[in-house]
């Protein structure tokens, strides 16, 4: 096609380059936008749907003589359909992929010509696209464009941003502000460097570059090796249109109007395209014959009928535009994929004699937690990074991932334990070591939240040990993100709400209650959302505070609760015996309101429950709006929801929610995500995150999860509690046993934390393993049968034990029913001492799982806690006090009978009397009480004398705890 449009044969008229003038109007369009939001006067922003469009201030090309521009226009057009079709054509694939999706282009200018919008409009009209215009005063600050590049960079409807903006406001600093990904203009540094190497994966040529070289190859010569001259090309746009100028076999040449050369070199061009700001005059007698002039100008036609240059090109330039955005939104969903892992593994070179925990901590260089979130295909506004080794990761991945499949899910769990622990959450770091690092399988451990209760008391941190941990060990075994922090600010809010509503109650009529509750702001009253509710759970239809009778005012503001019967305490997470049982209210300002109350440890809280058992924030709302947290005198419920406070308790949590990513020594991905108290709640990691994790690692990965304290405890309520309420089924379990605990089991005396290990636990003893095995090891593989779900025996190897001694427990192991037994050696040597572990748990995840639940959910409460008792701890039977039936007889008339039991007993003993090891038999459990977490959604039975608040030692841990002042390093953490 001929751009005889630019030929110097065409009369005297001169080429003129000119800038627009801001705030410049075309007839036609609204005199004025109307300023919104946050910065009236200032910014002005404007919608259209893709029935109303919007248009460009680029503006190119003069044609010389009519004739030749009635020849022309119909190929113009068709170049601008074939680029809109091919944009239709992309817009269609796209939503053939997300039906849901819906590309938006905002355009940030400064002054209200609508010349832009109107152009752009048009053409994502014809494709189905939205436009957006922010309209900056003239007067704008380089903080302002930021403000607005900020917003829409985070705004996930925003597909394109371009800066409609004088060359003075694209300075660095706005640049470097906008995202790459939305820079559908390709100014950004990021993106003009991908241009420039010739790499476009991810980024974008400039539209009016794209336009330009589209007009020109359609010129009736050929174009290889023509010369084209550019003037005024400076910035982002110059370069880029020379790279694509070079890139189509075009020879580009700059000249930046030095008017000594300008004439020699315009006559020498084959084309001559015309950039810039400034007014140029160009004779038209320098144009050589058959060459191409293509110039900027702003004054656009917006009239789709017009066949002039500058219409064209404007339309052309708009369509490119209307592609990228079309392009990024494409990407922006390939991106957001499921992402194949690139883990990096560490390297660990293990020593000999093993050294302390926290100095082989120190001893590896972690990764960057945003660059372990990319290596297992994080998107990076999925993290939010908390320094520079852990962050949390936002719960949007569930959406993004909903479609992918789940990977293996394995759950570690334990025989009976001593008092020292057996080392479960070593075993589990262990494992998703050998997986990843060794086996090349992705993997992903998920562990609680260790309390700073144990962390400071008697047992420790919880981070694993030796070359089996999560680095870094302080920062896991202390404050972490402050998940505890959340829930004990949260916990005692609502405890501070119960006794400040008695107390308000208690001295003041209706009629003062409820205009304190309700009262009038600015000659208004209104009933809040958390009100409105409450209106309706009491039957209350009527949302306008002045009509409500004195009776359904006495209804409303009376909660009535009876001091007696307030099952909620307050927490704090250190071990503080004195706080067991505690007398509040006896300062002179509480009138009297004196009450007996008492401490837990944080993690004993529901709040605690609630959040490794919801599945969404939406989910946890409501359970905490669920807590019962005492009864009225006339035998209701009082909730958190009652007292006014469910919100303000998510408000509060909102960020606990969120699972924290850390990385065990060998970089493997590690959850860490709520830590239920495991006697009193569940004692598992979050539902969340092991959704989460199973999503990222795909459906040939591993997912390890751990069950706190041993199987009868921990694994019966992962399986009866934990998979009800996440609909999630594992694949294996992994048994933890060593050689110390079977012993003990098998006879051999009592172990005490804090004392040397009598003889038998260090000598080699056949006999005592043998008994151990054969009782407690044969039982807890039983109970994982009860199931339906295959069993790995891990054997925890310690250095006392000898080989005799481990090669008779894999044996018994297998005789008992387990898939496999191993040896595990990961606390000395990391990942590749549990290889063989890792192996035979790839293997039992390929066998059928039978997976059953224990009991059927209506079974009545005391069906459900004999079962429990018979065939998981091997009672005879069971013993209810009279306040345990009265409680169940409560519950039963609430309509909480159908919800699943967590029984509160001793993890020392398959039976409520820790010191009976082995197997007992023959004995009857008593429940000396029945208690609810409604919010959590179980009922707990309460066995012997369990306690919520446990107390420190003669000598405990923080004695060898200190700080370097002038290094900041902890010492004596383990």
Same mark, same amino acid.
């Given at each position: 096609?001929?751009?005889?449009?630019?030929?110097?044969?065409?009369?005297?008229?001169?080429?003129?380059?000119?800038?627009?003038?801001?705030?410049?109007?075309?007839?036609?369009?609204?005199?004025?936008?109307?300023?919104?939001?946050?910065?009236?006067?200032?910014?002005?922003?404007?919608?259209?749907?893709?029935?109303?469009?919007?248009?460009?201030?680029?503006?190119?090309?003069?044609?010389?003589?009519?004739?030749?521009?009635?020849?022309?226009?119909?190929?113009?057009?068709?170049?601008?359909?074939?680029?809109?079709?091919?944009?239709?054509?992309?817009?269609?694939?796209?939503?053939?992929?997300?039906?849901?999706?819906?590309?938006?282009?905002?355009?940030?200018?400064?002054?209200?010509?609508?010349?832009?919008?109107?152009?752009?409009?048009?053409?994502?009209?014809?494709?189905?696209?939205?436009?957006?215009?922010?309209?900056?005063?003239?007067?704008?600050?380089?903080?302002?464009?930021?403000?607005?590049?900020?917003?829409?960079?985070?705004?996930?409807?925003?597909?394109?941003?371009?800066?409609?903006?004088?060359?003075?406001?694209?300075?660095?600093?706005?640049?470097?502000?906008?995202?790459?990904?939305?820079?559908?203009?390709?100014?950004?540094?990021?993106?003009?460097?991908?241009?420039?190497?010739?790499?476009?994966?991810?980024?974008?040529?400039?539209?009016?570059?794209?336009?330009?070289?589209?007009?020109?190859?359609?010129?009736?010569?050929?174009?290889?090796? #023509?010369? /084209?001259?550019?003037? $005024?090309? =400076?910035?982002? !746009?110059?370069?880029?249109?020379?790279?694509?100028?070079? @890139? %189509?076999?075009?020879?580009?040449?700059?000249?930046?109007?030095?008017?000594?050369?300008?004439?020699?070199?315009?006559?020498?061009?084959?084309?001559?395209?015309?950039?810039?700001?400034?007014?140029?005059?160009?004779?038209?007698?320098?144009?050589?014959?058959?060459?191409?002039?293509?110039?900027?100008?702003?004054?656009?036609?917006?009239?789709?009928?017009?066949?002039?240059?500058?219409?064209?090109?404007?339309?052309?330039?708009?369509?490119?535009?209307?592609?990228?955005?079309?392009?990024?939104?494409?990407?922006?969903?390939?991106?957001?994929?499921?992402?194949?892992?690139?883990?990096?593994?560490?390297?660990?070179?293990?020593?000999?004699?093993?050294?302390?925990?926290?100095?082989?901590?120190?001893?590896?260089?972690? #990764?960057? /937690?945003?660059?372990? $979130?990319? =290596?297992?295909? !994080?998107?990076?506004?999925?993290?939010?990074?908390?320094? @520079? %080794?852990?962050?949390?990761?936002?719960?949007?991945?569930?959406?993004?991932?909903?479609?992918?499949?789940?990977?293996?899910?394995?759950?570690?769990?334990?025989?009976?334990?001593?008092?020292?622990g057996e080392g479960k959450s070593t075993v589990t770091i262990g494992l998703v070591q050998a997986l990843s690092a060794h086996l090349k399988l992705n993997s992903f451990a998920c562990l609680r939240q260790p309390s700073q209760g144990p962390t400071f008391g008697v047992k420790g941190g919880a981070a694993g040990g030796g070359y089996a941990q999560v680095i870094p060990m302080e920062e896991f075994n202390l404050h972490l993100t402050g998940d505890i922090h959340a829930i004990t600010a949260a916990n005692n809010l609502l405890a501070a709400a119960i006794d400040a509503r008695m107390l308000h109650e208690a001295t003041q009529s209706d009629k003062a209650l409820y205009s304190r509750l309700v009262p009038s702001i600015n000659g208004v009253r209104r009933f809040s959302p958390i009100q409105i509710a409450r209106l309706r759970r009491l039957g209350i239809s009527k949302s306008d505070p002045e009509h409500l009778t004195p009776q359904e005012v006495s209804s409303f503001v009376r909660l009535d609760i009876d001091p007696s019967k307030i099952t909620w305490q307050r927490v704090v997470d250190t071990n503080d015996r004195f706080l067991r049982n505690i007398t509040v209210g006896q300062g002179t300002t509480e009138k009297g309101q004196i009450r007996e109350t008492g401490f837990d440890i944080a993690v004993a809280s529901e709040i605690m429950a609630i959040l490794a058992l919801a599945d969404s924030l939406g989910d946890m709302k409501q359970r905490l709006a669920r807590m019962v947290v005492g009864t009225s005198?006339?035998?209701?419920?009082?909730?958190?929801?009652?007292?006014?406070?469910?919100?303000?308790?998510?408000?509060?949590?909102?960020?606990?929610?969120?699972?924290?990513?850390?990385?065990?020594?060998?970089?493997?991905?590690?959850?860490?995500?709520?830590?239920?108290?495991?006697?009193?709640?569940?004692?598992?990691?979050?539902?969340?995150?092991?959704?989460?994790?199973?999503?990222?690692?795909?459906?040939?990965?591993?997912?390890?999860?751990?069950?706190?304290?041993?199987a009868d405890i921990g694994m019966e309520k992962f399986f009866n509690i934990k998979c009800r309420t996440s609909g999630l089924r594992p694949n294996v379990v992994v048994l933890v046993a060593t050689v110390r605990a079977l012993k003990m089991h098998g006879g051999g005396p009592n172990v005490s934390a804090g004392v040397p290990l009598p003889r038998e636990y260090i000598d080699e003893n056949l006999s005592l393993v043998e008994g151990g095995c054969l009782s407690n090891l044969k039982k807890q593989i039983e109970i994982a049968h009860l199931f339906g779900v295959p069993v790995v025996v891990a054997l925890n190897v310690f250095k006392t034990d000898t080989q005799a001694e481990i090669d008779l427990v894999c044996q018994l192991a297998k005789e008992c029913g387990a898939s496999d037994a191993v040896p595990c050696h990961h606390w000395a040597q990391g990942g590749r001492g549990s290889v063989d572990l890792a192996q035979a748990v790839k293997n039992a995840s390929n066998k059928p799982s039978n997976f059953q639940f224990l009991y059927d959910i209506e079974m009545p409460i005391v069906m459900k806690i004999r079962t429990i008792a018979q065939r998981v701890y091997g009672a005879d039977d069971i013993e209810l006090s009279p306040e345990a039936v009265d409680k169940i007889n409560y519950y039963n008339q609430q309509g909480f009978g159908s919800l699943p039991i967590c029984m509160a007993k001793t993890h020392l003993s398959l039976s409520h009397m820790p010191a009976k090891k082995g197997t007992p038999t023959g004995f009857i459990l008593p429940i000396r009480d029945v208690r609810a977490s409604i919010g959590a959604g179980f009922i707990y039975p309460l066995v012997g004398t369990m306690s919520t608040m446990p107390g420190l030692p003669t000598r405990p841990c923080f004695y060898d705890i200190d700080l370097d002042p002038v290094t900041e390093e902890i010492t004596g953490l383990f």
């Open positions: 096609m001929k751009l005889s449009l630019i030929r110097s044969a065409c009369g005297n008229a001169a080429l003129r380059m000119q800038h627009a003038r801001h705030g410049s109007r075309v007839s036609g369009l609204p005199r004025r936008c109307q300023p919104v939001c946050a910065s009236p006067f200032r910014v002005t922003v404007r919608e259209t749907s893709a029935t109303a469009n919007r248009g460009t201030n680029a503006e190119v090309a003069e044609y010389f003589g009519k004739e030749s521009l009635k020849q022309d226009g119909a190929d113009f057009h068709r170049a601008l359909r074939h680029v809109i079709n091919s944009t239709k054509e992309a817009m269609a694939a796209l939503q053939r992929r997300n039906p849901a999706v819906q590309p938006l282009l905002a355009i940030i200018q400064v002054g209200e010509d609508d010349s832009l919008l109107e152009i752009n409009k048009k053409i994502a009209g014809k494709v189905g696209l939205n436009i957006t215009q922010i309209c900056l005063a003239v007067d704008r600050s380089e903080d302002e464009i930021v403000e607005e590049v900020l917003k829409l960079n985070e705004d996930p409807r925003v597909h394109g941003i371009y800066l409609h903006l004088p060359h003075s406001s694209l300075t660095s600093r706005v640049l470097n502000t906008l995202k790459p990904e939305k820079d559908i203009d390709g100014i950004t540094y990021l993106n003009m460097g991908r241009l420039v190497q010739g790499n476009l994966n991810g980024g974008f040529v400039p539209p009016l570059a794209s336009a330009v070289v589209d007009l020109l190859q359609k010129h009736d010569f050929p174009i290889e090796g #023509k010369t /084209v001259l550019m003037i $005024g090309a =400076e910035g982002p !746009l110059g370069v880029a249109l020379q790279c694509q100028l070079e @890139r %189509s076999g075009m020879a580009a040449l700059r000249s930046h109007c030095n008017f000594n050369n300008l004439q020699r070199q315009v006559m020498e061009a084959d084309a001559v395209v015309l950039l810039g700001e400034k007014d140029l005059h160009i004779p038209p007698t320098w144009i050589r014959p058959g060459a191409a002039v293509i110039r900027w100008q702003p004054n656009i036609d917006t009239d789709d009928s017009a066949v002039s240059s500058k219409s064209i090109l404007a339309r052309l330039t708009a369509a490119y535009r209307i592609l990228n955005v079309v392009q990024s939104t494409s990407q922006k969903l390939q991106d957001q994929q499921y992402r194949p892992w690139r883990l990096r593994s560490l390297k660990l070179q293990p020593l000999t004699p093993v050294p302390s925990d926290i100095e082989i901590s120190r001893g590896q260089t972690l #990764k960057a /937690v945003e660059r372990l $979130g990319e =290596e297992i295909g !994080l998107l990076p506004e999925e993290l939010e990074v908390y320094g @520079r %080794s852990k962050a949390k990761v936002r719960l949007s991945l569930l959406d993004r991932l909903q479609a992918q499949p789940d990977g293996k899910y394995v759950l570690v769990a334990g025989i009976t334990p001593t008092p020292l005198r006339s035998g209701q419920p009082v909730t958190a929801e009652d007292l006014g406070v469910s919100g303000a308790l998510a408000v509060l949590m909102k960020d606990a929610i969120k699972p924290t990513l850390m990385q065990t020594l060998e970089g493997s991905p590690v959850f860490v995500h709520a830590g239920p108290f495991a006697n009193i709640a569940h004692g598992n990691s979050s539902v969340l995150a092991d959704k989460l994790a199973l999503k990222l690692v795909g459906q040939d990965g591993f997912v390890v999860t751990e069950a706190g304290f041993g």
